[in-house]
């Protein structure tokens, strides 16, 4: 039975839509990196990132001085097994995550480490807490020892100067925060996510004080903080609407807080990192996610880099990336 040709205005409306698209295509793929061209100048790229082809998806970054080495944290695949690479340019050693004798499944949005311990951001309202020599040993498999309440959802963490600090990502519909959690700054910024703060004590089980000490309101779509020598925090921020950014804060200057909070049903004074203590505000590659301080350099991981992503290869964002400090503080 032979086949009826197609009416010639489909024939060419076909070929028009097939050209546009191939067109977009064409001009998506080489023109998106030249949108990065100040990025690319300024920033130094320094080692793939790890796992990518197995379905590693990148989150959290952190720099253990002592061992000389990277922890990235993040999931596998759409079930979220949980994994952490260590290592640095020497290469990367894969170590599952194992909860109550079997597979950890978790987001694991952020790492950071102190002390004898890694910190894990669950994105489900909890810190887990790991021995740091179960992640530098050659075995593979580090199990959850441990766990607290962040006090939000827990999507991102970090450690500085005896403090641990936990905060979460906003964005409307997909990931909500507590009704308690949105606000309005002392200079007129909206707000709708926290983070708290908690203190790092050698003798305390897990290495930390479960009561909260402080809380901050901070702005929405954050995926990874680091705090500064001189007295600065470092937000690392990324949504699909508004690309992603690494934004600059004056930690130091805060005054005394008149205001109060109840976190796990503690009350502990709150903080507003808004517009007032902004000092700059630098674009970088899309799908940012943690980021880390060392000699004096930014370094930051891409989640773009991962199967979900498809662009992110366009881009070249498998690698961890850095950028001087001064760099960020000039934008």
């Known amino acids: 039975m032979a086949f009826k040709r197609l009416p010639r205005f489909l024939c060419i409306a076909s070929a028009i839509v097939i050209f546009f698209t191939v067109s977009s295509l064409f001009f998506y793929r080489f023109s998106l990196p030249m949108a990065y061209g100040d990025f690319y100048s300024n920033a130094t790229s320094h080692f793939k990132v790890p796992g990518l082809s197995e379905g590693f998806v990148p989150q959290g970054l952190d720099y253990v001085s002592r061992l000389d080495k990277f922890l ?60 740091l020599k179960d992640l530098s040993h050659e075995n593979g498999r580090a199990k959850v020892i441990g766990k607290f309440r962040a006090g939000n959802n827990a999507d991102f963490i970090s450690a500085f100067d005896g403090k641990l600090y936990i905060g979460e990502y906003y964005c409307p519909i997909v990931f909500p925060t507590a009704e308690n959690h949105h606000m309005t700054t002392p200079c007129s910024d909206r707000h709708y996510a926290i983070m708290t703060s908690f203190s790092l004590k050698d003798n305390a089980p897990l290495g930390v004080d479960p009561i909260p000490k402080e809380a901050y309101s901070i702005r929405d779509s954050v995926q990874g903080i680091s705090l500064t020598e001189d007295g600065k925090i470092i937000m690392s921020s990324s949504n699909s609407i508004t690309g992603a950014f ?61 199967f979900k992503f498809s662009y992110g290869r366009w881009l070249n964002s498998g690698y961890i990336y850095s950028l001087n400090l001064a760099q960020v503080d000039a934008c």
């Open 72 to 131: 990235i944290s993040g999931y596998e695949g759409i079930d979220e097994k949980s994994v952490v690479y260590i290592g640095g340019k020497g290469g990367f050693e894969k170590v599952e995550l194992t909860c109550d004798g079997g597979d950890f499944f978790c987001h694991t949005g952020g790492i950071c480490a102190w002390g004898e311990y890694a910190y894990i951001a669950g994105c489900d309202g909890y810190c887990y807490v790991l021995a």
């Open 246 to 306: 690494l934004t600059t804060y004056t930690f130091s200057s805060f005054t005394p807080s008149q205001d109060i909070m109840k976190i796990l049903g503690y009350e502990v004074p709150l903080y507003y990192l808004d517009s007032s203590v902004k000092t700059a505000s630098v674009e970088i590659l899309p799908n940012s996610e943690g980021i880390v301080c060392v000699d004096n350099r930014i370094y930051m991981v891409f989640e773009a880099s991962s």
